[in-house]
């Protein structure tokens, strides 16, 4: 959700990265997301045809509910686009559709060798069904499931984003939460094809925290990406983050069939981040590229 960038190990670049294996990117952001300020869908796309991407798809936020504060309150400094309510929660910016499926369609004709799919990135969907239909007649393309908030331990009913969260469970008890309520979300008939960002509430995991818990954590992964694989939907490898490749290899034991790459990007010059590195590992767990190279990668 947050737009900080990210590291600048950069594996893209030069000539050599276009390469007809490098996956589509299937979750970046634009100044249509309303944490996006830095965001800008032509340049994007521009980007996406100098490092030779066969495909992008375009994620836009698109989040219902109403967070309450973390402790100490928001941080966001007016960088992103939201109002306070009565009750002091913030509710983010409603995604201006018609103005966002316009400008894919200019850039569409701008950069007519590019596949550039319209989508959005969808926040706890399986918790706001009616508001969910009301989208359904836009069409979009690729509809990435997330979650960005988990349920508020002290007003029950309500919930709080990530932040919010490790203040009221902790560290591991935030993990847990979240790969339950994702695991809730995955057997849901929620409209998404994509579970996003995973490993998302280890964005937050310090460096002086020590290394992550594999040995507790296996079980509920692994419930979770039986429970995905049982609906057919894919497992996104999300390139925010340094990925866990054993999480990728789980996905292959539980008989996941598909994987999409999503840089989360926020601002042009994040797409694609960790391309080679992700791309390489992903194969190694046993996913390949399908002879459209615009699509999600598949079970070898
Ligand atoms: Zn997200
Ligand atoms: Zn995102």
């Known amino acids: 959700m947050d737009d900080r960038g990210v590291a600048e190990d950069d594996d893209r670049g030069s000539a050599q990265w276009a390469d007809a294996r490098w996956p589509a990117d299937d979750h970046v952001h634009s100044q249509y997301s309303w944490d996006a300020h830095s965001g800008d869908l032509e340049a994007t796309c521009a980007r996406a045809v100098q490092l030779g991407l066969p495909a992008i798809s375009f994620t836009e936020h698109v989040d219902f509910g109403a967070w309450q504060p973390p402790p100490g309150g928001w941080t966001w400094n007016g960088a992103v686009r ?3 309510d009565d009750h002091g929660r913030f509710m983010s910016a409603p995604l201006e559709v018609q103005a966002y499926v316009e400008e894919v369609e200019r850039c569409r004709h701008l950069f007519p060798g590019l596949r550039i799919r319209c989508g959005i990135e969808l926040s706890e969907g399986h918790r706001f069904p009616d508001e969910v239909a009301e989208l359904a007649g836009w069409g979009f393309e690729r509809v990435v499931g997330s979650l960005h908030a988990l349920q508020d331990l002290r007003h029950p009913g309500e919930v709080v984003e990530l932040r919010g969260a490790l203040a009221q469970r902790g560290l591991l008890g935030t993990v847990h939460a979240y790969l339950d309520e994702a695991a809730v979300m ?3 008939d ?5 579970l996003g960002h995973l490993d998302y509430p280890l964005r937050y995991w310090p460096a ?5 818990p594999w040995d507790d954590l296996e079980e509920r992964v692994r419930h979770v990406l039986s429970v995905l694989a049982s609906s057919g939907r894919a ?3 999300n390139t925010r983050r340094p990925m866990e490749v054993q ?5 292959h034991e539980v ?12 601002r042009p010059e994040d797409l694609a981040v960790r391309w080679r590195e992700v791309a390489d590992a992903v194969s190694s767990a046993g996913f390949r590229p399908t002879a459209d190279p615009t699509s999600f990668w598949s079970r070898a």
């Not at 002086?208 to 992550?212: D, E, K, S, V």
């Not at 999480?247 to 996905?251: C, E, L, N, P, T």
């Not at 008989?255 to 999409?260: E, F, I, P, W, Y």
């Open 186 to 188: 995955a057997a849901s």
């Open 82 to 84: 939201g109002r306070m």
């Open 247 to 251: 999480v990728v290899r789980w996905w």
């Open 190 to 194: 929620a409209p998404f094809e994509v």
């Open 208 to 212: 002086g925290a020590g290394p992550l």
């Open 235 to 237: 497992l996104e490898v």
């Open 255 to 266: 008989g996941g069939q598909a994987v999409s790459f999503g840089s989360d990007a926020h």
